[in-house]
């Protein structure tokens, strides 16, 4: 009942809409998709509208955050790879708001869904493709052939290089997708165990110790986590985009 | 909360909404619910994209390089500066060295010339010396040519009265002087 650890990421309907034969109703992770880009801008924009030379502590997070994710980008995908800041920065900010998002009671993980995550995926992957295929032509098939490689060895390098290519949006949303669907199904659990034991009296409620304890460790972690794949979601971003501007490795 | 979901179970088939596609089984491998997520995640995701791209990357960018300008430029002019201080203290040092050296030949000079006048001035005085020397020199030795022409006579005298002493009798001058003659020679 109280503990039941899916039901956080169950879709509500808030205003169905429903367009020819299609669901596009505005539930409540759509919901959370605006509160997340509403709250992410706002405070991307409020904290840098003093434009201080010297930063304040809200400026200097923002500032931080941009570095960061600059750093990233200039160190994995070269300068050439800051014509794709804005949407590195996006996706970055976007799922770690996201994900922090998650962290508050009652509220909805997006990035939860493995349809959002999967779709974010797709728009690196594309984003990549159809760069690469448009800057380099039929050179950006070299990917799958990296230099060096003796012929034969090409013969099983190239499936290899094809299947983990083909792989890279499925891996890059599952990882997120998972990590945040597991992390709070845990929390959930656990914390469902405090309830339970709870209820059980005296020595139960002694014994919910153990996992109330668990709980807040796993709290602290799951910021960790929320964090963490926001930055290696951004980081394998960076790389991709690494591939569609030298694809010769 | 699980009876939550129940209860709109229940709710949804009142109005007509099959349990099926409200999504039982695993909420995220409801397929029903993907038409709806990914329109709505591209439609935020596109307005934060358009915000991310024309308003705070813009200005997060420009607020750094204004930073960065600005520190490029403070060093820059404490470079100018340094540069400038520099030279002061080159063209100080120039002076200094220019002026001890005028200093120092203005200090040679000097003493030169007072040399060179101690040395005349000794000169002169050394000649000044060397002919009183020589006159008191003539002057005693005129003295002396006078007082042995002199003594002849003393002697003669002196041995005349002596022999009157004597001999209660004066020699005579031809004796005397032949007798003082081999004497003084």
């Known amino acids: 009942m109280a503990n039941d650890p899916i039901h956080q990421f169950h879709i509500q309907k808030l205003f169905p809409i429903e367009v020819g034969g299609m669901d596009f109703s505005f539930t409540n992770s759509s919901l959370f998709m605006v509160l997340t880009v509403a709250a992410a801008s706002a405070f991307l924009i409020l904290s840098t509208s003093g434009r201080g030379l010297v930063p304040n502590r809200v400026q200097s997070l923002s500032e931080m955050a941009y570095e960061f994710v600059a750093g990233m980008l200039r160190s994995s995908a070269g300068t050439e790879g800051m014509r794709f800041f804005p949407l590195v920065f996006s996706l970055f900010m976007f799922v770690l708001v996201a994900n922090l998002f998650g962290m508050f009671p009652y509220f909805f993980t997006v990035t939860s869904h493995i349809i959002v995550t999967f779709a974010l995926a797709m728009l690196v992957i594309l984003t990549v493709t159809i760069y690469g295929l448009v800057r380099h032509g039929l050179k950006f098939f070299h990917l799958f052939a990296p230099a060096g490689v003796p012929p034969v060895l090409l013969l099983i390098v190239a499936p290899i290089e094809v299947v983990s290519f083909l792989s890279r949006p499925v891996s890059l949303s599952v990882r997120l997708f998972a990590n945040m669907l597991a992390g709070h199904i845990t929390l959930k659990v656990f914390a469902g165990f405090v309830v339970s034991m709870g209820a059980a009296g005296i020595a139960g409620a002694a014994g919910a110790i153990l996992p109330l304890g668990m709980t807040v460790a796993l709290t602290a972690l799951e910021f960790l986590v929320a964090f963490l794949q926001a930055y290696v979601f951004t980081i394998l971003t960076c790389m991709y985009l690494n591939d569609a501007l030298h694809p010769s490795h | ?185």
Do not use: C
């Open chain 2, 1 to 185: 909360m699980a009876g939550d979901a129940h209860s709109n179970a229940e709710l949804n088939a009142e109005v007509h909404i099959p349990e099926s596609e409200h999504g039982a089984g695993f909420p995220p491998f409801d397929a029903t619910t993907y038409s709806s997520q990914i329109l709505w995640l591209a439609i935020t995701f596109g307005a934060f994209y358009w915000i991310m791209k024309n308003v705070a990357v813009p200005r997060i960018s420009g607020i750094l390089e204004d930073r960065e300008d600005r520190i490029a430029g403070d060093l820059s002019e404490a470079n100018r500066l340094k540069e400038e201080t520099d030279e002061a203290i080159a063209a100080y040092e120039q002076a200094l060295a220019e002026a001890r050296n005028k200093a120092h030949a203005i200090a040679s000079e000097t003493r030169a010339k007072l040399k060179a006048d101690q040395e005349a001035r000794r000169e002169k005085a050394e000649a000044e010396l060397n002919e009183k020397l020589k006159a008191a020199e003539a002057q005693i030795a005129g003295v002396k040519t006078e007082a042995l022409s002199q003594i002849g006579d003393i002697a003669g005298e002196t041995t005349s009265v002596l022999v009157e002493q004597l001999i209660g009798k004066a020699p005579t001058k031809t004796d005397l002087n032949k007798a003082l003659k081999s004497a003084m020679n």
